[in-house]
């Protein structure tokens, strides 16, 4: 495990990917394989070669390392299936470090996804992958009251999921995950100026999957 930062791109993938078959399906067994984990370190030194990966730009990346910070995020998800786990994960940074890569898609209000596509300033199957794992693992923490607060904090991270919501580029699972967290985030009062104020709930009627989805009621 300790030398999972120093190995070669294509070794860390195959690794990564072995790491996401261990965690899942969230069974007694796979849950000894991530205490066992904890254990060797293993969950620090992945955050090492995840702290490494993030600062870099999207549109520098290379191929290989987007898909190693999609397997990180993918084994993220996998990974903190209970409130210990997202507890744990919460001391580590690790919330903080996913919104990172959230932000790594940048969107910009009445711009489609897709036109940002055509005009070669990103990779749209790749940098969707990252959006819908990290809106995966956001959603998990958010399953936390520190969680919610975290993410209620901030109004700069609200705003960036609300335009990718609104973004007709990305598909109906990404929004689904948007709105399930903009729900327990709309929970707390103290959110609700910003709701108002930023017309959130008037653009969100505007949604097909909110109209059209009987389990989101806007």
Same mark, same amino acid.
């Given at each position: 495990?300790?030398?999972?930062?120093? %190995?070669?791109?294509?070794?860390?993938?195959?690794?990564?990917?072995?790491?996401?078959?261990? &965690?899942?399906?969230?069974?007694?067994?796979?849950?000894?394989?991530?205490?066992? &984990?904890? !254990?060797?370190?293993?969950?620090?030194?992945?955050?090492?070669?995840?702290?490494?990966?993030?600062?870099?730009?999207?549109?520098?990346?290379?191929?290989q390392l987007?898909?190693? !910070?999609? +397997?990180? %995020?993918?084994?993220?998800?996998?990974?903190? !299936?209970? &409130?210990?786990?997202?507890? +744990?994960? /919460?001391r580590h940074?690790? +919330?903080? /470090?996913?919104v990172q890569?959230?932000?790594?898609?940048?969107?910009?209000?009445?711009?489609?996804?897709?036109?940002?596509?055509?005009?070669?300033?990103?990779?749209?199957?790749?940098?969707?992958?990252?959006?819908?794992?990290?809106?995966?693992?956001?959603?998990?923490?958010?399953?936390?009251?520190?969680?919610?607060?975290?993410?209620?904090?901030? @109004?700069?991270?609200?705003?960036?999921? @609300?335009?990718?919501?609104?973004?007709?580029?990305?598909?109906? !699972?990404?929004?689904?995950?948007?709105?399930?967290?903009? /729900?327990?985030?709309?929970?707390?009062?103290?959110?609700?100026? &910003?709701?108002?104020?930023?017309?959130?709930?008037?653009?969100?009627?505007?949604?097909?999957?909110?109209?059209?989805?009987?389990?989101?009621?806007?």
């Amino acid at each position: 495990i300790s030398s999972i930062p120093q %190995l070669h791109v294509d070794d860390q993938t195959l690794y990564l990917r072995k790491l996401v078959e261990l &965690f899942s399906p969230w069974t007694p067994q796979t849950y000894t394989n991530k205490l066992y &984990f904890i !254990e060797l370190r293993g969950l620090e030194i992945l955050l090492q070669l995840y702290s490494i990966i993030l600062p870099n730009q999207w549109i520098d990346t290379p191929p290989q390392l987007k898909y190693t !910070e999609y +397997l990180i %995020l993918l084994t993220f998800r996998t990974f903190f !299936e209970n &409130f210990s786990l997202l507890r +744990l994960g /919460m001391r580590h940074g690790v +919330l903080e /470090m996913v919104v990172q890569s959230l932000f790594k898609a940048k969107i910009q209000p009445g711009i489609k996804f897709t036109d940002i596509v055509e005009h070669g300033f990103t990779n749209l199957p790749d940098l969707c992958n990252i959006v819908k794992e990290a809106t995966n693992v956001l959603g998990n923490f958010c399953e936390l009251p520190e969680g919610i607060a975290y993410v209620s904090s901030k @109004i700069s991270l609200l705003c960036h999921i @609300i335009n990718i919501l609104l973004n007709p580029g990305f598909d109906i !699972e990404v929004t689904s995950l948007i709105l399930s967290t903009m /729900m327990q985030v709309a929970n707390l009062s103290s959110i609700h100026p &910003f709701l108002t104020q930023k017309h959130v709930i008037k653009a969100l009627v505007g949604v097909p999957h909110c109209q059209y989805h009987s389990s989101y009621k806007c």
